[in-house]
Structure formats: C-alpha cells, structure tokens
C-alpha cells in the first residue's frame, strides 16, 4: 500500500479493468476444463462450443473416483511433491544463504554449475538416468523420483533463496551477532522470519513443479502402484479410447492440491514482513 | 534509511572473510555441500555419459551395436534443414514467450502490489495456471483452439482476426502462436509471484521519502522499483529463457511439431529424432548443440548484469 496512490477515478476503473482482464484470461481454460468434465459424454461433440452444455451430469467425477486407480496416483504424486518440496527447500535455503552472505573461492564455478544443471534438454541425460537407476535397484519407487526432482529443482530453489536473502539487509543478523548471538541463531531468530514469504513461494514453485512433472515419471515408473499423477491421466489416453470426460474430471481433481497449496502459502506472499522489519 | 546501507559491496565481504578463520573459509562450502553433492550425482554424471552419446552411433533398441564416430553427427546437422528450420522456431517460441510472460508478469505484480478489495481471493485465482500440470494446459488449449469443440476460433471471426473458424494449430502460418499462448498462460504467475515478492522486500521508506521529494510516478518506477527488481529481473528472465528454449511437453502435445513444421522446436526435434527415429546418438548431438547455444545467451545476460551491478 504505498504512500504515493492518490484517489483517482480513471485510473481506479483502469486498474480494476486491468485486474478483471488477468483473472478472465486465467479462469476461462480452466472453466472450459470443468465445462468438458460436466458434460456427458453424448454432447460433448454437438454441445462443443456452448459455454454451457445442455444436460450436464457429475457421472465422470464418480466413475474416476469409484472405477479407476486415481486415489492411488493422487497418494502418490502427494507423497513425491510434498517429499521434494520440503527437502528441495532446505536444501537450497542453505546454499542459497552461503551465496548471498559469503565471497569464497570457487563460487563463480559453482554458480556455473548450477545454471549448467538448467540448460540441456533433459532427453539427454534420461538413458543415463534410467540405467543408474534400474543399475541401483530403485525402478518404480517413489524415492528415485523424489532425489531426482529435488537435484534438478535445488539449482533453481538455490538462486530464488538467493535472492531473497540479497533482500535482507546483511546489517540486521550481524547486529544479533554483535549482541552475542551465534551465526546459526541469528539467522533463526532474525533472517528466517523475514525470508518466509521467500520460502514460501520457494515450497509452492518446486510443488507444482513436481506436480506436474511427467517425463522422468514416465521413465521410471511404470507400475501401478507407484504411478503418479500426470501419468496416470496419461493412461486415459492410452487404456481407454481416450475418455475425455473422466480425463477433464481426474484435471479438475489434479488442480486441488495445488490450489490448496497456494492459498496456503499465499498468506506469506501477501504479507510484506520484511518492509516492517527494516525499519527499526 | 539511505540506498547505501542496503548494498553489500563485494570488496568489503572479501576484507572481512581474509581475517576469518578457517571455520569461517569452511564455512559456506558447508552449506553448499548437499547441493553440490546432489547435483553432481544426478546431474552431472548422467549428463557427461549423455553428452558421450553424440559421439556415438547409438540407436535405441539394438543397444549391442554401439562405435565412436567422432564428430560425424555435427557434420550432418550442419546440412539438416529440419535443424536450422526448428532453429528458428525456438527463438521466436522462446522470445515471443519470455517477452509476454515477463510484461504480463510485472504489470500482475505491480497490480498486486497496490491493495485492493478482494485480493486474497484474486490472488489465490490468478495464479491457478502456474498450478496445471502441463500435460493438461496442453490438452485444455488444444481443444479451446479447435473449432468443434472450443470457442476461440468463433471468436477470432467476431473479432475479424479469422475469416472462418478453423484451427490455427493447423495454419503453418500461424501455429505457433497457439502454443506461445497457452505458454504465456500459464508462465504469468512465475514471474509475478518472484517479482512480487522482491516488491514487497523494498522499504516502504524509500517511496515516503520520493513522495517528500515530489518525485513523480515515473520517477519512483525507474528510480527505484526498477534497480531493486534488477537482479530478481535478470535472474528469472535468464532461466525462463533456458527453460522455455528446452521446453517441449506443451508443443509436442498440441501439435507435435505440426502444421508442416511450424512448430517444431529445437527440444521437440531432438524427443521426435529419440523416440520416433530411435536415433539416440543424433538427438544426443542436437542436444548438445542447444547447450553450448544456451550457454551463450547465459554468459552474455550475466556479463551485462556484471555491468549493470556495478554502475549501480
């Protein structure tokens, strides 16, 4: 809320104009997702372009619950995005610490490492991958997936942490410091209240990343049980003659974790703490 | 509290870390340790055994039949037009992208800065996209794309950008734009949710005291929402750009590189030469070929970056 927005009609009306562009444009695919998963499957054809099918029916939702192994995928993809959410994190709060406060030998290299790690496409390294894998006896686990989407996720988690511990002004844990603190406790009590909202935002990224993940999914696994979501929407396209209805409706289920996910941590995106903290 | 007090100079850092001890040299490498550890195991290592395909003859399903043949795969795709064609098509995949997620992204972030009513809720729905999986973004745009089954093109035609509905994906004309679309759908809330927050890290001190000084609207953006969004900026342009120019799932399930190549993109050129050619050894040399090209672009951002940090 800064101080400088003075009450002004036009450009309220922009602004409010402008917001209601955004979320149109990013509700209306999504509503199109619910309309298919509503609609039965007869009309989905012939009611195609209606913004509202003739008849519509929550069967789909049922049969996806009820008739397919989605339950299991869902447990899954949880267990694996939740795993490499909070270890990805951790992970990469800590290096991202040692990059924003110290100067050492070697940093430029690893900096260069890590943005290597972004920048192949990953068709490369998949046959090298699957053979280390199977050669370790992981295949079709939910932890091979999870330590390879923590590696590929910390490089990326890494510079976000960075950047936001670059935020914090270095003055305010060296003051604890001075006072007696260890470096180990003022971070703790000082810097990590104020890199919530960075944390935040960190867990939420690798989440959806690992969400939605589907390549090294498809790779490693390919039994039922561990499965994970995205391919198991896969397998509507495959097992079935392609069923669009349940597949729309296993996409509608898909979306609520996520959502729950950012609601939750959108509380510490709001939250402007580290204006405050500045200001003593 | 003044601009001053805010930046660390990297020559005061240095002369402090020369007095510390060796616990303090240990120090940061410490904390990097299960970073670097992780990724040389799961990166690294697959990566240079995957690097040592291109020099390979290599097809995936009679794996005994495996020789070194030095450089011979850069040699073909220096006269594979496929290649310059899929060339072309991700630069402008990537930059119509990057270009329209970034804009897009700050001006969401600028909005979300500034309170207004409702906007918790708002927030919780803007950022939605960010959190469909990709397989499905792919499939929800290629149907509203096509014409029986998805309104876009009908309102293309009230709006007098198409004579008939028909499916742009199948215009070599204009294909690409539907997965740069669906991209820029679902990229805005990366950059608003980063921007955002590096918005909500600058004092609200420093824009009280602009107000005092009468500096205007324009004046308070460049002077100082811009420098402190800088390094956030280059950062994430930097990797969107790497990971778009890599990304193939949205094209490869909306048009599979269609419309007579139109969209068919460096990183969907090497899945098709992998998994339909089997040519493992040939899609591991355009991989690498696409490597060095990004490693480019990044050395040339970070160089600039340098620059900027320093004028700063």
Redesign the interface.
């Known amino acids: ?5 003075k009450p002004n009609l036009a450009l309220t009306i922009g ?2 104009l ?2 209601a562009c ?2 149109a ?3 209306f ?2 509503y ?2 619910f309309k ?1 998963s509503v609609t039965p499957e007869k009309l ?2 012939t009611d ?2 209606a ?1 509202w099918p003739s008849e519509y029916t929550f069967d789909n939702f049922k049969s996806v619950i009820l008739l397919t192994d989605f339950l299991v995928y869902f447990k899954n993809s949880i267990i694996v995005s939740f795993g490499t959410a909070a270890i990805t994190t951790i ?2 709060a ?2 991202g ?2 990059f924003s ?4 030998r070697g ?1 430029k290299v ?1 900096i260069g ?17 699957y ?2 894998i199977a050669g370790l006896g992981l295949l079709n686990t939910l932890t091979s997936l999870i ?2 989407y ?3 996720n ?3 988690a ?3 942490m960075q ?2 511990f ?6 305010l844990e060296e003051a604890a410091m001075i006072d007696g603190c260890s ?1 180990f406790q003022a971070v703790r009590k000082v810097v990590f209240p104020l890199t919530l ?2 944390l935040a ?1 960190t867990l ?2 690798v989440f ?1 990343a690992a ?2 993940e ?2 090294f999914a498809i790779m490693l696994i390919n039994s039922n049980d561990t499965m994970t ?2 391919v198991g ?2 397998t509507f396209v495959s097992k079935f003659s392609v069923d669009w209805g349940q ?1 729309m409706a296993a ?1 509608v289920f ?2 609520i974790p ?2 729950l ?3 939750f941590i ?1 509380r510490y ?7 405050g903290a ?2 003593g | ?1 003044s601009v001053d ?2 930046t ?1 100079s ?1 020559s005061d ?2 002369r402090r ?1 020369t007095t510390g001890k060796i616990k303090q ?1 240990a ?3 410490l ?2 340790s ?3 550890i ?2 040389c ?7 240079v ?3 040592s ?1 291109a020099f390979q003859s290599m097809h ?1 399903f009679n794996p005994g039949d495996v020789e070194w043949i030095g450089f011979e795969h850069f040699e073909k795709i220096y006269s594979d037009r496929k290649f310059f064609i899929a060339l072309k098509n991700t630069f402008w995949w990537t930059f119509g992208s990057v270009l329209l997620q970034f804009s ?1 992204g700050l ?2 972030a600028l ?1 979300l ?4 009513h409702g ?2 809720v ?16 792919a ?3 290629a ?2 794309f096509n ?5 876009l093109p ?1 309102w293309f035609v009230s709006l007098g950008m198409l004579d008939e509905p028909y499916n742009i994906l199948a215009d070599p004309d204009f294909a690409l734009f539907g997965p740069i679309i669906a991209n820029v ?1 679902f990229g ?1 809330s ?1 950059f608003a ?2 921007l ?3 918005l ?6 420093m ?2 005291a ?2 005092i000084d009468g500096a205007s ?1 324009w004046q ?1 953006f460049s002077k100082i929402t811009l420098p402190f969004l800088a ?2 900026i280059v ?1 994430t342009v ?2 969107r750009t ?2 778009i120019a ?1 990304f ?2 949205l094209i490869y399930v909306m048009t599979g590189g269609g419309a007579a190549n139109s969209t068919q993109i ?2 969907t050129y ?2 098709t030469t ?1 998994f339909k050619k089997l040519d ?1 050894g040939y ?2 040399a355009v ?2 070929v ?2 060095v090209l ?2 480019l672009f ?1 050395t040339l951002l970070l160089k600039m970056r340098q620059k900027f940090v320093r004028v700063n």
């Open positions: 809320m800064s101080v400088i927005s602004k409010y402008a917001l955004y979320l444009f990013a509700l695919p999504l199109w997702l298919i989905i054809y195609g372009i913004l992970i990469a800590a290096a610490y040692a406060r110290f100067n050492f940093k690893i490492i890590m943005l290597i790690t972004q920048m192949f496409p990953l068709l490369i390294i998949i046959a090298p991958i053979k280390i330590v390879v923590t590696a590929f910390v490089p990326f890494t510079f976000l950047s936001f670059d935020g914090i002004p270095k003055d470096r909202p960075g935002a939420g990224f959806t969400w939605s589907l390549l979501f995205p929407l896969l597949m996409g898909a979306l996520s959502c996910f950012f609601i959108q995106l709001v939250q402007g703490l580290t204006s500045v200001k | 509290m007090k805010l660390i990297a850092l240095g870390r040299i120090e940061p490498y904390y990097l299960p970073s670097i992780l990724i195991l799961v990166i690294f290592t697959p990566l055994i995957g690097i395909y995936l897009l001006g969401l909005l800065k500034q309170g207004f906007r918790k708002f927030q919780a729905l803007i950022f939605l996209p960010w959190a469909v999986p990709t397989f499905l973004s499939l929800i745009w149907w509203l014409p029986v089954i998805g309104p009908h759908w805005i990366f949710i980063t955002l927050a590096s909500q890290s600058i004092p609200d001190e824009y009280e602009a107000a609207k308070i390094p956030m950062i930097m990797l790497v990971w890599n193939a799932d460096l990183s090497i899945f992998a493992f899609a591991s991989s690498v696409l490597l990004l490693l990044a």
